[in-house]
Each structure stands twice: as structure tokens, then as C-alpha cells.
């Protein structure tokens, strides 16, 4: 089942880059503080992801802040230094936290995976966008379809 809206985001490990190292975090930790903003795509370096997803949060980091987001987090199921290497190729510099998500356990804990193999990817995650408040989501976004109809950083605004 589907995390839903005044649900508590599940604790389990993710990674990100420090430096040029693989580092765990755990999610309770990097996504269960003050105002987050997480959305998650099913690739990084694929096509919708790369050229409107992730540039969009890039472009409305400052927007979001202003709305008193704290944290704008990226995740996908992913190793984690290709979710860095992405990060890099689209300049999203400190303004979006990179999560490789590499076994898909956080995606299979929010209940938000699919099924991609017929496209050659194998079980990936859904395309949404969730505000998470002290861990707790108040608000989540999942596309029916191939589009950016709820997911996009102009719709996240639109609901803060």
C-alpha cells in the first residue's frame, strides 16, 4: 500500500556522495526535519527526468525556500555515483540533496515502485513529489502517466 498524507516516512538507508565517496544516510535522518521537499523520478539521464524534472527544482530552489522549505531532495533508484555524475551534469549544486536509493528499499517502503522492465530498467520508482513536515507527509503527488501534471516544481509551489 501507497504511503499516504499524515503518514510517517519510512527509516531506512539511502546514499549519497561526500566527496568522492559513497556515504549512508538514513532517510529519518536526511528527509524527517523541518520542511522537506522530496520528489522522486524513475531515472536519472532519462529524457522527462533530466530535461524538465529535476531542472525545474533547480530552477525554483530559491521559490521553494522562500515557502520555507528547508531541504530539497532528489531520489531514485539509482547507485550513487550516478545520481552524483547527474547531479554535476545538471549544476544543481547544494541546492537539491542527491539520494541513490540502489536496492529500491526506500521506494518499496513508501510503496511507489514500478515496474519498468518493459522499457529495460527493471523495478524503479514512481514519478511524485511529496512536502514532508518533521517526517510526517502533508502532501503527495503521483503521476498517472508519462507527464509533469502534479509532480513538477510549479505544482509543489502552487500547493505550499
Not at 535522518?29 to 527544482?57: I, M, N, Q, R
Not at 552524483?84 to 513508501?110: C, H, K, P, Q, S
Not at 518493459?118 to 514519478?127: A, C, D, P
Request: aromatic share 6%; net charge negative; with cysteine.
Amino acid at each position: 500500500m501507497p504511503i499516504a498524507v499524515g503518514d510517517r516516512i519510512p527509516d531506512v538507508q539511502l546514499m549519497t556522495m561526500s566527496g568522492a565517496r559513497p556515504t549512508p544516510v538514513r532517510s529519518g535522518e536526511v528527509l524527517g526535519g523541518g520542511k522537506v521537499v522530496l520528489f522522486a523520478v524513475p531515472g536519472a539521464f532519462t529524457p522527462t527526468c533530466s530535461d524538465y524534472h529535476l531542472p525545474g527544482f533547480v530552477l525554483r530552489a530559491d521559490d521553494l525556500r522562500a515557502k520555507g522549505v528547508d531541504t530539497i531532495a532528489c531520489v531514485s533508484v539509482n547507485d550513487p555515483f550516478v545520481m552524483d555524475a547527474w547531479g554535476d551534469d545538471r549544476g544543481v549544486g547544494d541546492d537539491i540533496l542527491m539520494l541513490a536509493d540502489g536496492n529500491g528499499e526506500f521506494t518499496e517502503a513508501m510503496g511507489l515502485q514500478m515496474d519498468g522492465s518493459s522499457f529495460g530498467l527493471g523495478t524503479r520508482s514512481q514519478r511524485y513529489a511529496a512536502v514532508i513536515e518533521d517526517g510526517v507527509v502533508t502532501s503527495l503527488s503521483v503521476e498517472s502517466g508519462p507527464g509533469l501534471d502534479v509532480s513538477s516544481a510549479e505544482a509543489v509551489l502552487a500547493n505550499l
